[in-house]
């Protein structure tokens, strides 16, 4: 996989521009937005909108 441009941070949904990427995972990153550093809480946009479509398949659409 290549880089990607950006990866989401979870916590707060918020893109985040300056991350470390090892070819197919993330190896450092910080929110700027909410201070998150956890590894495990940020996705890619990709896989961020895969699992953002599972949940419309169990939850339904948000009416937000």
Do not use: K
């Amino acid at each position: 996989m290549t880089t990607p441009d950006y990866i989401i941070c979870l916590e707060c949904d918020t893109p985040v521009y300056t991350f470390d990427w090892d070819g197919s995972r993330v190896t450092s990153a910080i929110c700027t937005a909410c201070g998150n550093e956890s590894l495990s809480q940020f996705m890619t946009e990709e896989d961020y909108e895969e699992l953002a479509s599972t949940d419309d398949r169990y939850y339904g659409p948000s009416d937000s």
